[in-house]
């Protein structure tokens, strides 16, 4: 049968992209189908950060063998960010939270440099991208159909995608990058996605600079972002809370105390929904014969994105192309 493309990949946040991007530079023949609008990659605050990651989120029963695999991760970034155009900004992060010798302590015995200053602790070893420009740079040079997924099925030799337009489109390779919302699918791959939960977040945007490199804090962050600052983020399990009001409060409020200001100058809410599974770490691998998944980075997407795209081109250059 007569393809529309070789690989079609559903989803267009980071690890979508970062897919369709490395096929693109082997020379591969992809393409994207795009939901358009806003999406949590978008929203994020772009930060590859595997020391405070594995900080705040020690996960047992390995915390130290969990940061050697978030240190390799961030590793593989410097390589993908010249492929593809991408500026990594290597500033480092402030812990200025409480108990900073603690602090210092714990990230030196999960194996990442730290040093005691006067705010707190600074890192060396947590890198950030500016998203949108990130989100960019892989677009380049892809094409992107615009449209959700509604069905995928298999047909002879590949797979059938069905548009929510009614249209549709069939390649030999397909790949699911599509955060929490699933089209329909055969029941093993459907199996395979009703392990990924929805964590709804969100963060406010003010026009100060209240920083001059990211700062962390038990129960949020501040990111540089143009000439404002990123305040983030919340975790709600299930998605969007119904009413935020009590979190975004205590976030913004948790915020100021770690500044030490009474006021962060004014807010733009921005929220997105990230996929999540039990145990942290991103959903790759073939599901079926030429049907990939790259979901559910939970709140590690920028930084988990070269890993997973490498996972992925992997398992799609192992699958014969005829």
């Not at 600079?209 to 700062?215: C, K």
């Amino acid at each position: 049968m007569t393809f529309s493309c070789d690989i079609v990949v559903l989803g267009a946040g980071a690890l979508g992209l970062g897919v369709a991007a490395e096929l693109r530079a082997r020379g591969r023949d992809v393409c994207v189908v795009d939901p358009g609008g806003t999406n949590a990659s978008s929203v994020a605050a772009g930060m590859i950060a595997p020391a405070m990651e594995s900080l705040l989120d020690p996960w047992e029963p390995d915390p130290v063998g969990r940061a050697a695999l978030l240190r390799q991760a961030r590793d593989l970034w410097p390589g993908f960010a010249e492929r593809h155009g991408i500026e990594v900004i290597r500033d480092g992060v402030d812990w200025i939270g409480e108990d900073p010798h603690g602090v210092a302590d714990r990230l030196e015995a999960l194996g990442f440099a730290a040093g005691r200053t006067a705010a707190g602790v600074f890192c060396p070893e947590d890198w950030r991208v500016d998203p949108v420009r990130a989100l960019a740079a892989l677009a380049q040079g892809l094409e992107r159909i615009a449209g959700r997924a509604t069905a995928v099925a298999a047909v002879d030799g590949g797979w059938r995608v069905t548009l929510e337009d009614g249209k549709a489109l069939s390649a030999r390779q397909g790949v699911l990058a599509t955060g929490t919302t699933f089209p329909a699918l055969p029941e093993a791959a459907a199996r395979a996605v009703d392990a990924v939960s929805a964590i709804g977040g969100r963060l406010a945007f003010t026009p100060r600079a209240l920083v001059e490199r990211p700062a962390r804090f038990k129960g949020g962050y501040l990111v540089p972002m143009g000439e404002g600052t990123v305040i983030g983020a919340t975790m709600e399990t299930g998605g969007l809370a119904g009413d935020a009001t009590t979190l975004q409060d205590g976030l913004l409020a948790r915020a100021r105390g770690a500044l030490g200001v009474d006021d962060l100058g004014p807010m733009e809410w921005r929220t997105g929904v990230r996929g999540a599974t039990a145990d942290g770490l991103p959903l790759t691998g073939a599901v079926l014969p030429g049907l990939h998944l790259a979901l559910a980075p939970r709140r590690n997407g920028w930084l988990m994105a070269p890993t997973v795209a490498a996972r992925t081109v992997e398992g799609i250059e192992a699958y014969p192309k005829t």
